[in-house]
Structure formats: structure tokens, C-alpha cells
């Protein structure tokens, strides 16, 4: 009996292991399946619902900031394709915040606050805006900062002193003023940044064609302070500089609030 009982005992150890290879190849495909399913959700997400963006200039403050992080609703204002079929959506409405596609560079994205809807009558008169003959009083996000007089800027659309226009509106402009007001066309928007005197907008080079619209800012979700003069020794002590200051850099007041 010795001599069989030792042939059988080399057997056991390996009856023993074979279900933990099972087993840890069975989690490693979990692991890989979790993994692939968090990376459609993601795409999907940013694809079709909401996406991330950075505000790199100041044309909106104070609303928002050089340095704001936002998460943009891409569907709220989505009235065509499937989208428009399956989810409620909003009709655009004058004061609403929208991030679009700059007509000059598509490729370029814009944030601005609609001020005139397709049909409207716009102008300004010493920096008060009146749409279709009636001044809007709600205007509370606007911001001045300049005190010289510019009348192209200040009495839109007169024009007086020519700065920063795209050549092309300059050569349409003309043809869209009726009585001294400038005439939304249909399917185009008039925007205007809060940041009145440093904002480049409809302006400036003209409207923003409905397609072009994304969508529109849902939540700050990060916001930090413009990062420090560069060093001298490069990019990597800039960085560093940066990293060593962050919790001071970040505006924590503003995390999570919600874009009006």
C-alpha cells in the first residue's frame, strides 16, 4: 500500500491549484471588462451629454474667469438629431451663457451670453444695450472697466474708430443696419461678453450660426488663479513654482457652483 499512496500524493497539490488560476484569470478579464465599460460610458458621455472646458480669457468676468473649469451641457439646447426626438430641450433665450464654435476658426471654442435671437433689433447707446427699441435693465453681470469713449464700441453698430474688426463683417455690417440698428438674421445669434470693454464678439466679426452652438456651461467644477511669471530656468522650475503654490492658486469658493 506505501508504494501506491506515494504515486498519489504528487497528485493532490496539483488538483488544488488549478481553480486559483481559474480564478485569477476569471478577475483580470472582470478588471478588463470594468475597464472598457468605464471608457464607453466616458466617450459616450463626452461625446453626446456633457463636456469639459477651460476658460482662457477674460471676456467674461466676472461670471467667469481666466482659469474656470467647466462641464458644458450639450444637450440642453440640442433641438436636432436623435437627441432632440428622445430628451426635453430649451429654446435659446436672450442672457443665456452658450459655449459655440468660433465662426472664424470652427475649431476654436467661444463662451458669450446671447443678446439678440434671430428676428431682433440690436443696438447700444453709451454702452446700454436695447433690443428692438427697448433697453434691457436686467444687466447685471455686464462689467465696464474703460473710460475712454470708443463709439463703435460703446454706440454699436456706428461706425467710428475701426479696431480689432474682422474685415469681412466690416463689409456686411453695413448691409444688415436698418435705422440705426443692427437686424439678427434667421438661424444666428448676436453675443456679447460680460466683460464689455475686453471682449471679443458679435461686435467684432459677427454672428454665431445656430449649428456652431455646443451647448451650455453647467458647473465650475475646478478653478485656479493664474499660474505664476515664468522662471527663468525654463518650463520645468514654472512648473514646479506652480505645483509648490497650488493650494494657494486654487479658488475653492468657486468649485462646484453653478454657471447663471
Do not use: C
Not at 512648473?239 to 462646484?256: D, E, G, T, V, Y
Amino acid at each position: 500500500m506505501t508504494p501506491e499512496t506515494a504515486v498519489e500524493q504528487p497528485t493532490v497539490p496539483v488538483t488544488q491549484t488549478a481553480p486559483a488560476v481559474t480564478h485569477h484569470k476569471d478577475s483580470w478579464l472582470t478588471s478588463l471588462q470594468s475597464l472598457v465599460s468605464t471608457v464607453v460610458i466616458a466617450v459616450f458621455a463626452i461625446t453626446f451629454i456633457v463636456q469639459a472646458f477651460q476658460i482662457p480669457s477674460e471676456s467674461m468676468e466676472t461670471t467667469l474667469l481666466i482659469g474656470d473649469y467647466l462641464l458644458v451641457d450639450k444637450v440642453h439646447f440640442s433641438n436636432g438629431g436623435i437627441w432632440g426626438k428622445i430628451l426635453p430641450y430649451d429654446q435659446l433665450k436672450r442672457g443665456d451663457i452658450v459655449v459655440f464654435r468660433y465662426p472664424m476658426s470652427p475649431e476654436l471654442h467661444f463662451v458669450k451670453r446671447v443678446i439678440g435671437l434671430p428676428g431682433d433689433r440690436v443696438r447700444l447707446v453709451d454702452r446700454q444695450v436695447f433690443v428692438n427699441g427697448e433697453r434691457i435693465h436686467q444687466e447685471t453681470y455686464a462689467r465696464f472697466t474703460m473710460f475712454d469713449r470708443n463709439g463703435f464700441r460703446d454706440d454699436f453698430p456706428l461706425i467710428d474708430r475701426i479696431d480689432g474688426i474682422d474685415a469681412g463683417w466690416l463689409n456686411t455690417l453695413p448691409k444688415l443696419v436698418h435705422n440705426g440698428e443692427l437686424v439678427v438674421p434667421p438661424n444666428q445669434y448676436f453675443v456679447m461678453g460680460d466683460n464689455r470693454d475686453h471682449s471679443s464678439d458679435s461686435r467684432y466679426w459677427g454672428f454665431v450660426p445656430r449649428e456652431n452652438i455646443v451647448g451650455r456651461p453647467l458647473v465650475i467644477y475646478f478653478s485656479i488663479d493664474a499660474p505664476p511669471p515664468s522662471a527663468p530656468d525654463g518650463r520645468l522650475s514654472r512648473w514646479s513654482s506652480m505645483l509648490r503654490n497650488l493650494p494657494s492658486l486654487i479658488r475653492w469658493r468657486r468649485m462646484l457652483r453653478i454657471v447663471d
